[in-house]
């Protein structure tokens, strides 16, 4: 499982707005990568483009060495992609929805139920894994949606702000999650505004500013360069903001 992702260069306009500018990034497995920015800094546009949803202006994703428009469906086939707006079927409850999705990548009856069943230990969904998506928490819906985007055991995982606008005890649950999947050796990119969460999980942060790459490197690399005592501080100061009584 030595999956190694490469985007190069990749820009990406909407009309006027340059929401991704030549952003040049690497995960390896066994990694975790955080993309840090603000909302609307271009982090949900850059993953897209990574997973294939989006197609970039210029710049390409490699996935081992291969392009990913060169076989865009098999790239997909080892990326597990979760999106702040991924919906679930509202009539179908989490077990009956991993279970579709299960079929549709191709997985076989038996270890399709035992992954499922391993996924609702693994993130606490028994109490809710029967009911009704439309009856769910945010919190649940989200490690529902979670399960579904690591239920075919993929090689990397692409996932955007995965904690938004979760509690204390739904967000632990998902961190723990992201960090069992890089001890399991998969690559993980994720996005993230929290700066704790990304100094906590992340082996590697790339801080975004309006669609670029401002400095990207190992947490003490970051600060030693920044000159600045912790993460909040230092991405200000790449973006030229400061906060007053901030320690360098």
Same mark, same amino acid.
């Given at each position: 499982?030595?999956?190694?992702?490469?985007?190069?260069?990749?820009?990406?306009?909407?009309?006027? $707005?340059?929401?991704?500018?030549?952003?040049?990034?690497?995960?390896?497995?066994?990694?975790? $990568? !955080?993309?840090?920015?603000? @909302?609307?800094? !271009?982090?949900?546009?850059?993953?897209?483009?990574?997973?294939? %949803?989006?197609?970039?202006?210029?710049?390409? $994703?490699?996935? @081992?060495?291969?392009?990913?428009?060169?076989?865009?469906?098999?790239?997909?086939?080892?990326?597990?992609?979760?999106?702040?707006?991924?919906?679930?079927?509202?009539?179908?409850? +989490?077990?009956?929805?991993?279970?579709?999705?299960?079929?549709?990548?191709?997985?076989?009856?038996?270890?399709?139920?035992?992954?499922?069943?391993?996924?609702i230990e693994e993130l606490e969904m028994s109490s809710f894994a029967?009911? +009704?998506? @439309?009856?769910?928490?945010?919190?649940?819906?989200?490690?529902?949606? %979670?399960?579904?985007?690591?239920?075919?055991?993929p090689n990397l995982l692409i996932l955007d702000e995965p904690t938004?606008?979760?509690?204390?005890?739904?967000?632990?649950?998902?961190?723990?999650?992201?960090?069992?999947?890089?001890?399991?050796?998969?690559?993980?990119?994720?996005?993230?505004?929290?700066?704790?969460?990304?100094?906590?999980?992340?082996?590697?942060?790339?801080?975004?500013?309006?669609?670029?790459?401002?400095?990207?490197?190992?947490?003490?690399?970051?600060?030693?360069?920044?000159?600045?005592?912790?993460?909040?501080?230092?991405?200000?100061? @790449?973006?030229? $903001?400061?906060?007053?009584?901030?320690?360098?």
């Open positions: 499982m030595n999956l190694t992702l490469h985007a190069d260069s990749l820009t990406k306009y909407f009309g006027a $707005v340059h929401a991704a500018n030549s952003v040049s990034l690497e995960v390896h497995a066994g990694e975790v $990568v !955080g993309l840090l920015g603000p @909302n609307g800094a !271009g982090k949900t546009t850059i993953l897209r483009m990574i997973a294939g %949803i989006l197609t970039p202006d210029s710049g390409t $994703v490699y996935i @081992n060495g291969r392009a990913l428009a060169a076989d865009p469906l098999a790239a997909k086939q080892v990326i597990g992609f979760h999106s702040g707006d991924t919906q679930l079927y509202q009539r179908l409850n +989490p077990r009956e929805a991993l279970e579709y999705f299960g079929r549709l990548y191709g997985m076989e009856e038996q270890p399709l139920s035992r992954r499922i069943a391993q996924l029967g009911r +009704p998506c @439309n009856t769910l928490s945010s919190g649940q819906r989200q490690r529902a949606n %979670i399960a579904r985007a690591f239920l075919h055991d938004n606008a979760l509690d204390v005890v739904s967000g632990q649950f998902i961190v723990e999650a992201i960090r069992r999947q890089k001890a399991a050796g998969r690559a993980v990119l994720f996005s993230t505004h929290i700066m704790g969460e990304a100094e906590y999980l992340c082996d590697r942060i790339a801080l975004l500013h309006q669609g670029s790459i401002v400095d990207h490197g190992p947490l003490p690399d970051l600060l030693e360069r920044s000159g600045c005592a912790n993460l909040t501080d230092a991405f200000l100061k @790449n973006i030229g $903001v400061s906060r007053p009584g901030s320690a360098a």
